[in-house]
């Protein structure tokens, strides 16, 4: 593949000079090398310094470039460039439903509240053991698919129901962590952790409509995880 | 007051089972009809024959019921996520409960005069 250019429209805002958000056209060369839309991300920066978006690790394991690309949340490190058709330009925004801070940055501040109000941490009050506490390889199992996320929020700011309520309901990212603490056989507070959820918001907003699903860039299942909090919840109660 | 965000109403388990069961309920009501209709066929005295059965009458009234709450867990849903002042919120609860249970007293009212 050789040399391309590639046009973007990309959302601008910056509060201490802009009187409102406004898109930007622009273009970029990027050469055969560059594989994703962070890398062509990058050249744009080199470019026109003034654009401001979070990166780090560029492999999608920080879960700082998360953005909405063409209308879909994702991570512009695990993008493709290949994705992208043809003469249309690449559309940026910053993930929607969250205060913009400026250009493609978000304040996260409520989307971090709600995932320390399931209190991700084991709580186990045993005295800890010599080693490690155990588990079977089948327990282990099970905690598949949930301790795998990055909280880049792609997922929770894809949901309706948290643009609605993002200080009320738990979120899509919330409580899969919920459900990786409530399913993990070393915690002891399956029941405090079922009743803190146990509310029309914190986790009935949810109507499995599956945005998340097809939102996360890591391939993890919101819908799944908490179809099973609502399974204990069942279980619990009749 | 101070204007806190206060959640944790424990309730909304029963709620969200109760809209699958009754989902469930309208389901196979409506299969039942659609299977007995399709024997008698359509019409107004085929309606009345049918509707002349005791049990046809009472899993009518069943799947009215079952209507309401539905409707009630769904309505209140659309009111929670758009409606956020609290006066407000709860005299649209009120009026739609007493909307609904109303529906359901002029159904039966209906189904036992046939």
């Known amino acids: ?238 | 007051m101070v204007n806190r965000v206060v959640v944790g109403a424990h309730y909304g388990l029963k709620d969200w089972l109760a809209q699958r069961v009754t989902a469930l309920v309208m389901a196979v009501y409506t299969l039942v009809m659609v299977v007995l209709l399709s024997v008698t066929g359509g019409g107004f005295d085929a309606w009345r024959g049918l509707m002349a059965h005791s049990f046809v009458r009472f899993i009518t009234f069943i799947f009215v019921l079952s209507l309401c709450y539905h409707a009630w867990v769904g309505i209140r849903d659309i009111w929670m996520d758009y409606v956020k002042p609290t006066a407000i919120r709860l005299t649209l609860h009120v009026l739609t409960l007493l909307a609904l249970v109303g529906y359901a007293g002029w159904t039966t009212q209906i189904l036992w005069r046939l």
């Open chain 1, 1 to 238: 593949m050789s040399n391309r250019t590639l046009q973007f429209k990309i959302y601008r805002y910056d509060p201490d000079k802009d009187q409102k958000p406004y898109m930007q056209e622009i273009a970029v060369e990027v050469e055969s090398t560059d594989r994703k839309l962070l890398d062509a991300m990058v050249k744009l920066k080199a470019k026109d310094d003034s654009i401001a978006f979070r990166r780090s690790c560029r492999e999608g394991v920080c879960g700082s470039d998360a953005m909405n690309i063409n209308g879909r949340n994702g991570l512009a490190c695990l993008t493709d460039l290949t994705t992208f058709p043809e003469g249309k330009p690449i559309v940026l925004r910053p993930l929607p439903g969250l205060p913009v801070i400026r250009d493609l940055i978000v304040d996260m501040t409520q989307f971090f509240k709600q995932y320390h109000s399931i209190k991700p941490y084991l709580i186990n009050n045993d005295p800890p053991p010599e080693t490690e506490r155990l588990q079977s390889p089948e327990d282990r199992e099970e905690l598949n698919g949930l301790y795998e996320c990055i909280l880049c929020a792609c997922c929770s700011t894809s949901c309706p129901s948290f643009w609605w309520n993002p200080d009320k309901f738990v979120g899509p990212a919330g409580l899969l962590a919920a459900y990786r603490f409530i399913a993990d056989t070393r915690d002891q507070a399956t029941s405090e952790r079922l009743d803190n959820l146990e509310d029309p918001y914190r986790l009935f907003r949810c109507h499995t409509i599956m945005n998340c699903v097809e939102a996360c860039p890591k391939g993890l299942n919101p819908t799944k995880a908490i179809g099973k909090i609502k399974d204990m919840m069942v279980r619990r109660a009749v």
